[in-house]
Every structure is written in C-alpha cells, then in structure tokens.
C-alpha cells in the first residue's frame, strides 16, 4: 500500500492501518522491564508550504539527512526554527483558510497546507519481537514510513495514533519518517477557540507486546445501594485467542479467570469501601498478570481504580448519592512557552492550583488532554468532563449570526458520521478507566443533528456508568435525547432561572459561563450562590482557566505575552484567546482571588458572637479541619484562637467567639477561616480552604482642625500649615501644589476624573462609546469661580466646574492645620450612570509602594469583591499593573479607609470612608491608549485615583452584556463624594 494525498481531502478516510483503540493501561515485563522506548528528543527536519513540495524519497533508509535542520519531539512546529516554519496563527470561529481559498468542508487549502517532514534513525532493543510506534498528538494529521515502506496514516489531532511495525523493522539501525500535515478534511472538525498549530505536539514512543497480550481493558466499578459493599470489574480483551490466564491483585486479594475466545471477566468485591470523590480521591491499586498456556507469566499491569458512581436521579445529577455542584473551569492545554505542547511540571501545577482554589471540576475544553493529566485528577480529585475532539464553530455560525445551511457539519451528512464517531471511540478507548471522568461531552459547538445523537448513542451504549453532556442543543432542538443535561453558555442567571421555570425536565449546567477575559468574573457570586437556591442548576465551568498567551520578545527586548497579530498572523480575532483566571505564564490573576472564595465548600458567617458554619460539602465533615477565630483592630491581628467544630455535609453548626470584642477602635473584624489540619497533596497543613468576615466600622471622623493660614491672592490662592503648604490656581480651581517641607508632591494640579481605562469587556459592550464624554471631562472641565474664605478658622476653598457636556460639578476644599485636606465633590447633573466619580493626583514619587487599609489583597471591583477581605494590605505601585496582556484598568481597591503612598523622600495618606482607591503609574488614558505592555511609558510617576466608585467589570461575557445595573454607578443630582488627604504620621 502507498499513501494516498487524495486521503486528506476525504471525510471517509481518517484512518488507515491505524490500531484500535485501547486503553491507555502501563505495561511491563513481568521483571519490571519497560515495553516501551520514548523517540522524544531531536528529530530530523524539513518544513514545506505546500504538499506537492515534499522532498522525493526522504523516508528511504538511504536519503541523505545531513542537510536537515533538527526539531524537538514533542513541540509544535510553528514555536521552532526563529519564523523559519510559518507562524502561529489565533482565529476563534472562522477558519484559518477563510478569505485565502474558497473550498467547502472535506476541501483543503491547495496553495497553502503546510507539511513537517520528521525522520529519526533509531535501533531496535534487543529481544523485540512485536513491535508499533505510538503517536500521543499530531496536529492535524500524519503519514507514517518505516524503512521506506508506508506504514499508516491517522488524522485526529488530540487522541493516540498507533501503527504495528513488526513486519517492517530489523535488528539495528531502522528509520522512521513522517509527514505531519497542518490541514486535512478533519481540519474542518477542529475549530476550536485557540491557536493554529502542527506538528507532533505530544510524545512519541515505541512499544512491544509479548505473544499472549492484554490489549484492552476496562475497569468498572459498581456499588451497593447502601455503598457498604462495591466491586472492580475487569474486562480484559486479549491480542490474540491464544490460550491465556489472567489474574488480578486487589484489594488485598487475589482473583483469576481463563481468557475465552480471547476475552476475560474479573471481579473483585470489597467490603466497606472507601469512595472516590474530588473531595476524598481514594484510589485502589491492581496488579494483573497475564500468563501463557505454559503457566508462564508474559506480563503485568499496574494501575488505579476508583469506586464512584455518577447518576441521574429525579432530575439531578448525582454522585455517590449526593447532588453535586459543578464549580469548574474549562482548560485549554497551553504554555506560553510550548503553545499545545505542555509539560508534566505545567499540568500538575495546574491541578494543585484548581484545589488550592476549590475548583472541584475540569472540561477538557475542546479535546481530550493528555493522558497524563487525567491520572493527575484521579489522584488529586478533580471532576472531568471529557470532550471529543470536534468543534465545527465556522459551519454554522458566521459573524455572530446562527446560519446553519449545506455545508454545516456534521449536522445530518451521512459522510461525517463515521468520522465524528472515530473521534468519540478514541477518546472513550484512551480515557475509560479514568474515575474522575463523569461525563463524555459530544464536542462542542457544533450545531446538531443525528452524527451527534448517534455519538450520544454510543457513548450510552459502551458506557452506561456514566452521563452524556452536549450544549449544541441549545441551537438546534431537534434531537434532545443527544445532552442528559441541559446545556447552555453565558445564560445570564435571572435567564437560567426563568428557563428552568418553564423547562423543568433536566438538571441545567452552564458549561461556559463568567467569561474571564482581561478585568472580569464581575457578579460570580450571582451564580454559585443560586446554585443552592436552586437544586436543578448544578453550576458550571468559567470560561477559561489559562490566556492563550505567547511569550515573545518586545520591540524593548523584553519578553511579552503577544496575542494574535503579533505574528502578523492575519486575518485574527486578537485577544480574544486570552480569557483566563491564570495569565499564560501561570501567575494567578485577581479573578483567582474570587473564584477560590465563591467556589468554597464552606460558607462561614461571623458576627460579634461568634460564627455559623455552613457545610456545603458533600462528604467532608467541617471538624477535618482546624477552624481559626482571629481579631483585628483597625486591621491589627489582636488574637488568633484554633477550635474544632463539628458540622456534617449538608448541616450547620454554630461557634462561639472565645474572646471578647474591644470597646475602642474604628474597625472591628471578626475573621473565621477553616485551615487543613494534615498535609494535603496540594497544600500543606495550615492551608486556609475558606474563610469569611464580620466587619464593624465605628464612626471616626479625621478633624480638620482650625489654625492653618489662609494668603488670598489675586492669581492663586495659598494655605500654610506648618511645614505643609498649598497652593490652588484660582482660574483652574484646582490644587496645584502640596509641599511638605521641601518636597513637592505634585507633578501637575489635581484634576477631576470620571474615566477608567476601558477593559476588554467594556470595549465588547461599546462602553468606550457610550461613555465617551467622561473620557475627558475632567481634563476639560472648566471652571467658573473659584472663592477662598476663613470658616471657623479652617480655610475652605471652593470650586465650580462645568463638563463639557454641560454638567456641573461643585468642589470644597477644607485645610487643617496639620496639614490634612479634606476634599468634596458634588454632583449638579442630571442623574446619569458614570465609569467613576473622583480626583486624580499625579505625584512626583518613583518605586513608591502603598500600604492600605481597605479591601484586599488582590484588586477589586464594585462586582468583583466577595472574595475580598477588609485588612491591611501593602503593593509596589509599579508592580499594581496586573498583567491583562492590552493594558486596561486594574488595580483598584474597594473599601479603602486610608492609603499611605511611600518613597524614598516621605509619604503620603489618602483616605475616606470606603472609597475606591487606585495607584498606578499610568494615567487611565495612557492605560487606553496602550496595546501591549511595551506601550505604556517608562514609569516616571505614580497616579493616585481617590473616587466615591466605579463601575463593575462585567463578566456574564465579553461581546455586549454589560455590567449589572445594581453595579453601575448611579451619579444623583446632589451625589456627594467626600475623602482626605495629609502627609503620613
């Protein structure tokens, strides 16, 4: 057989000389010796942008390779050879060919479909008899040669591709070559929202089996009723029929069974067993064996079985007998420095990462992972939704619109079905014996139509202990038996709950939703929290867990996270890849801050007496862990006391405070945690898992006290207070100067401000637009009077400012003889929603850090701050900028009493009482005007916005919901703003 290039532009051949697909089980001699040889390391390279370019003859033994560049295996194409083998390429929805070529699904590109050419020289170990080669990824299909005779070929780009090469390879010296193409009729299957890679992404390795071998198998675990008995089952599908005897070792027992017809059953029972959950991931380990007809034992597999049951059950979902709550994320695998190509170091920590912030479940969003990280999830304790590698976005919805017509797939096209069905079996085959896996989803995106409710079928069919999930059904009604659960994305919640008003039928998840794209994840606590309002919403995945961000060097020299574009990979959708609660370089972002206190298991409520503990587990009794009960006083940790309290899954319970509030102090907090009392895999004892405040802010008032000298003159007006004077412009009404001793703290007068750099989805909701007025207002804000007068020895001045769009604003200042400026701004306009109502000061202070008082510690947000804790917090203003990959607003802080300012010269405090607070080196507008990081101006300076609010971020999604009205911020005729400033003590 030769290969064929007509294959790649045909729905019907995916797979030729392809092995089935099995379960992805370790193997070994019965010694311990490998069965396998990894051919990760250097390959010999060639990179052509056309198929009909590929080099004459290179799989023969005998081409000469000395002329060939190298390239790592695994690694994506596009990441190697300095730009020598095309660009990554960012599209979300439409394809990568759309606008170059006009061809319809099953056609490809012919003028552009790049191919890697890959061959390795390799010897065969000693002793190998049956011997094949497993590819774990190739993006998006791959031709195989082995010594010069064609192999195989395989397309589907996230599931295994196996070939026997016994016939094929020699003692010594063998060659392997393969052609990895970027474009086949499976392409049009894959258009998923990310980047455009090829090449072999994932590892690659050799492998042999003994004569009598257990080629597949199936571990099923079933209980009781009553959960006090279970079961491992073990379905063992041999190579061969050769007389074999199989035995498994678990449970601390022993069972056997003779193969028949090359198959075996095993079952072992146990009694009382221990579950697994994502809250206690038990796992039992096995050893099978397989022996011959000789009694001699041929090899052995190792591995681990979970028992857990997930059901449907009076219309919710369960597991192990209790309705679960979906706290997920979706995960795209990524790095920002392999692209698709991702380590093991890169997948743990993202596992322990999710625990550390109570994410209970992962959808491998749009394909299945590496195997590797569906072993982390067992052990660790995630929920999977494992999801076919099938996406055809582009078909069927075009610039927004819903348009399915002819060329929508796989929808009813009988020439699609096998294909999306191959697609669904590989996964099924590689993934099987995973516990943490719950549901196989459909794919994603795809419309709908009988290809789906036949892969639905199917999954039903080889595998009933677990559900069905697929959200296309929410386009396309006409087959709802395809999803066991209703499905939808960034269904706002008050919509949620009116659909299941009318729709009762089926527990209902969001399997996208809190769209996290740059400053977002605005009002999650409206969804978590109804999820225990209603049972039949069972929560959701946000949207997404990592940016799809790349690191590149800047036009400055210095490493960037770039986006699409900045390979000149057009036509792109931009930044729109980068939608993470994790940048690309894997620091948490403050959505993080949110999602681990939305997402905790506990709900704890202090008050002054003590505090209730609300269980939201399912299996994990609250006296697991140490409940500590602090004290502060004006943000001031007074006392620490650990106790026990005893609440079941599901129950409340109620500690008492064992210390007594103070009668002084402006600000009480009581703060109860719940702290790991052993090392966990993810965390070490003391970890905190989730916490909760009752704060009491008593009124303290700062005296602006009298005996500071007021000098009216005819140009500007001036206060003297000790070492600190003032002076304001009486045609600008502004303060101009604030200089304590010899330090100037201004670098230009202080100017009203309305503006807040736009975030991304304030940019996808026409915020910019809309609000365009206040953009500038401040900057253009004209003043019409300004008067000084002596007041019960306090000068006051006052202000008068007409916007440009006719608004007023009136503005008193109030100077103490320490120094202290008490500042308030009045609103004279109609009512109107604003982005923010305060005062800008740009301060002649470099490297300056703020330590405050307030909300904390990560930035916050008008909708983004039940995650947030009122205490003492410090930063670095040139570190404030959160790393949003196109500069937008960040780095505000709600709640905010007082703010010091420090540099090397002195310092400076802002306070009021629970104002935003934002310091930054950048002004809103240079913030706006910035794409890249390397945009923005060498910091020279630090921005101190004090306002009454700002607007929410958003976050139900990033292309047109806008905040919720109850985050807006509502300026009311007479609305008053009122905050202070003084040098620090």
């Given at each position: 057989m030769t290969f064929k290039t007509e294959w790649l532009a045909d729905p019907a051949v995916f797979a030729v000389n392809r092995l089935p697909a099995h379960s992805s089980h370790a193997c070994t001699a019965p010694d311990g010796a490998a069965f396998t040889r990894s051919l990760d390391g250097q390959w010999k390279f060639a990179y052509v942008s056309r198929v009909q370019d590929v080099p004459e003859g290179f799989q023969a033994p005998d081409f000469d390779l000395?002329?060939?560049?190298?390239?790592?295996?695994?690694?994506?194409?596009?990441?190697?050879?300095?730009?020598?083998?095309?660009?990554?390429?960012?599209?979300?929805?439409?394809?990568?060919?759309?606008?170059?070529?006009?061809?319809?699904?099953?056609?490809?590109?012919q003028n552009y479909n790049p191919v890697g050419c890959y061959a390795l020289d390799f010897d065969l170990p000693d002793g190998w008899q049956n011997t094949g080669v497993h590819f774990a990824g190739a993006d998006s299909a791959l031709a195989v040669w082995c010594n010069g005779a064609f192999v195989g070929y395989s397309e589907d780009t996230f599931t295994p591709a196996e070939f026997d090469l016994s016939a094929l390879v020699h003692p010594g010296k063998n060659r392997l070559a393969v052609q990895v193409f970027r474009f086949c009729s499976g392409s049009w299957l894959e258009d998923q929202d990310f980047w455009r890679f090829s090449g072999l992404f994932r590892g690659v390795h050799l492998f042999t089996t003994p004569a009598v071998h257990l080629q597949d198998l199936t571990?099923?675990?079933?209980?009781?009723?009553?959960?006090?008995?279970?079961?491992?089952?073990?379905?063992?599908?041999?190579?061969?029929?050769?007389?074999?005897?199989?035995?498994?070792?678990?449970?601390?027992?022993?069972?056997?069974?003779?193969?028949?017809?090359?198959?075996?059953?095993?079952?072992?029972?146990?009694?009382?067993?221990?579950?697994?959950?994502?809250?206690?991931?038990?796992?039992?380990?096995?050893?099978?064996?397989?022996?011959?007809?000789?009694?001699?034992?041929?090899?052995?597999?190792?591995?681990?079985?979970?028992?857990?049951?997930?059901?449907?059950?009076?219309?919710?979902?369960?597991?192990n007998g209790k309705r679960i709550v979906i706290k997920g994320v979706n995960r795209h695998e990524w790095s920002c420095r392999g692209g698709?190509?991702?380590?093991?170091?890169?997948?743990?920590?993202?596992?322990?990462?999710?625990?550390?912030?109570?994410?209970?479940?992962?959808?491998?969003?749009?394909?299945?992972?590496?195997?590797?990280?569906?072993?982390?999830?067992?052990?660790?304790?995630?929920?999977?939704?494992?999801?076919?590698?099938?996406?055809?976005?582009?078909?069927?919805?075009?610039?927004?619109?819903?348009?399915?017509?002819?060329?929508?797939?796989?929808?009813?096209?009988?020439?699609?079905?096998?294909?999306?069905?191959?697609?669904?079996?590989?996964?099924?085959?590689?993934?099987?014996?995973h516990p943490c896996i719950l549901w196989w989803s459909c794919g994603n995106e795809s419309f709908g139509g009988s290809n789906l409710q036949a892969m639905s079928d199917?999954?039903?069919?080889?595998?009933?202990?677990?559900?069905?999930?697929?959200?296309?059904?929410?386009?396309?009604?006409?087959?709802?038996?395809?999803?066991?659960?209703?499905?939808?994305?960034?269904?706002?919640?008050?919509?949620?709950?009116?659909?299941?008003?009318?729709?009762?039928?089926?527990?209902?998840?969001?399997?996208e939703y809190s769209h996290a794209m740059g400053n977002s994840c605005g009002g999650l606590e409206r969804y978590t929290e109804y999820a225990y309002q209603e049972p039949r919403y069972q929560g959701g995945f946000i949207w997404d867990y990592i940016d799809q961000g790349l690191?590149?060097?800047?036009?400055?020299?210095?490493?960037?996270?770039?986006?699409?574009?900045?390979?000149?990979?057009?036509?792109?959708?931009?930044?729109?890849?980068?939608?993470?609660?994790?940048?690309?370089?894997?620091?948490?972002?403050?959505?993080?801050?949110?999602?681990?206190?939305?997402?905790q298991n506990f709900v704890l409520r202090p008050d002054d007496r003590g505090v209730t503990v609300e269980n939201r587990s399912l299996f994990t009794n609250a006296a697991e862990y140490d409940l500590a009960l602090r004290l502060y006083r004006d943000g001031w940790l007074e006392?620490?006391?650990?106790?026990?309290?005893?609440?079941?899954?599901?129950?409340?319970?109620?500690?008492?405070?064992?210390?007594?509030?103070?009668?002084?102090?402006?600000?009480?907090?009581?703060?109860?945690?719940?702290?790991?009392?052993?090392?966990?895999?993810w965390a070490e004892a003391g970890y905190e898992v989730a916490c909760g405040q009752w704060v009491l802010h008593r009124e303290e008032r700062g005296i602006v006290a009298p005996g500071a000298e007021l000098v009216d003159g005819d140009v500007n007006i001036g206060v003297k207070a000790g070492d600190v004077s003032l002076i304001f412009s009486r045609s600008a009404g502004a303060l101009v100067s604030y200089r304590v001793g010899d330090r100037e703290w201004l670098r230009q007068p202080v100017q009203l401000n309305f503006w807040r750099a736009s975030t991304d989805n304030d940019r996808g909701c026409g915020m910019p637009a809309e609000y365009a007025p206040f953009a500038t207002a401040g900057m253009f804000a004209r003043c019409l009077g300004a008067k000084a007068a002596l007041e019960w020895g306090i000068p006051v001045i006052r202000a008068d400012y007409q916007l440009?769009?006719?608004?007023?604003?009136?503005?008193?200042?109030?100077?103490?003889?320490?120094?202290?400026?008490?500042?308030?701004?009045?609103?004279?306009?109609?009512?109107?929603?604003?982005?923010?109502?305060?005062?800008?000061?740009?301060?002649?202070?470099?490297?300056?850090d703020v330590d405050y008082l307030g909300d904390g510690p990560a930035e916050t947000a008008a909708d983004r701050r039940a995650g947030a804790r009122f205490g003492r917090f410090g930063f670095a203003v040139e570190e404030n900028l959160s790393g949003y990959v196109i500069p937008q607003e960040c780095g505000g802080r709600t709640g905010v009493y007082e703010a010091t300012v420090t540099d090397g010269a002195g310092s400076l405090t802002f306070g009021g009482e629970g104002i935003f607070f934002s310091a930054l080196p950048y002004t809103p507008l240079e913030l706006e005007s910035a794409r890249h990081p390397y945009d923005l101006p060498n910091p020279v300076k630090t921005v101190v916005r004090c306002a009454l609010g700002q607007m929410g971020v958003g976050g139900d999604n990033s292309w047109g919901a806008t905040p919720h009205e109850e985050d807006m911020l509502w300026l009311e005729p007479g609305s008053r703003f009122t905050f202070w400033m003084q040098p620090a003590d």
């Open positions: 000395s002329a060939w560049d190298e390239i790592a295996v695994p690694g994506v194409i596009q990441l190697q050879g300095d730009g020598k083998y095309g660009t990554p390429h960012y599209v979300n929805t439409m394809y990568p060919w759309d606008g170059h070529e006009n061809i319809v699904p099953g056609q490809i590109p571990v099923t675990g079933t209980l009781a009723d009553d959960w006090q008995s279970g079961a491992l089952q073990f379905a063992c599908r041999m190579k061969t029929e050769a007389p074999a005897r199989i035995e498994a070792e678990v449970f601390g027992k022993t069972v056997q069974a003779v193969c028949e017809d090359g198959a075996a059953q095993l079952c072992a029972e146990v009694e009382h067993p221990a579950l697994w959950s994502a809250e206690h991931p038990h796992l039992y380990p096995y050893t099978l064996r397989v022996y011959d007809e000789t009694g001699a034992c041929t090899e052995q597999i190792t591995g681990r079985a979970g028992l857990r049951r997930i059901e449907m059950k009076d219309g919710l979902m369960l597991v698709r190509c991702v380590t093991m170091d890169e997948m743990l920590w993202d596992v322990v990462n999710m625990k550390r912030h109570n994410i209970n479940a992962v959808r491998t969003s749009h394909y299945p992972n590496d195997p590797r990280f569906y072993d982390l999830c067992d052990e660790y304790g995630l929920y999977v939704m494992d999801e076919t590698n099938l996406e055809t976005h582009g078909t069927w919805q075009k610039l927004g619109a819903v348009r399915p017509d002819e060329n929508t797939i796989p929808n009813d096209r009988p020439e699609w079905k096998d294909i999306v069905l191959d697609r669904a079996a590989s996964m099924v085959g590689r993934d099987k014996n199917w999954f039903h069919a080889v595998d009933p202990t677990r559900l069905v999930h697929y959200e296309g059904l929410f386009q396309d009604r006409r087959y709802p038996a395809t999803s066991d659960m209703e499905s939808q994305m960034y269904t706002p919640q008050k919509e949620v709950q009116a659909f299941l008003a009318a729709h009762p039928e089926k527990p209902f998840i969001l399997c690191e590149k060097q800047g036009p400055d020299g210095k490493p960037f996270l770039a986006y699409g574009g900045d390979y000149g990979d057009q036509p792109t959708d931009y930044n729109f890849c980068v939608n993470g609660l994790v940048y690309a370089d894997r620091e948490n972002s403050p959505k993080m801050q949110e999602v681990r206190h939305c997402y006392t620490e006391q650990l106790l026990e309290v005893q609440a079941a899954p599901g129950e409340t319970a109620r500690a008492e405070l064992p210390f007594a509030l103070p009668e002084d102090g402006a600000h009480i907090t009581v703060e109860a945690a719940l702290l790991l009392k052993q090392d966990a895999g440009p769009e006719g608004s007023r604003v009136a503005v008193e200042f109030r100077a103490g003889l320490s120094g202290r400026l008490e500042i308030t701004m009045i609103w004279n306009g109609k009512r109107v929603k604003a982005p923010e109502f305060g005062m800008m000061f740009l301060l002649e202070s470099r490297q300056a």
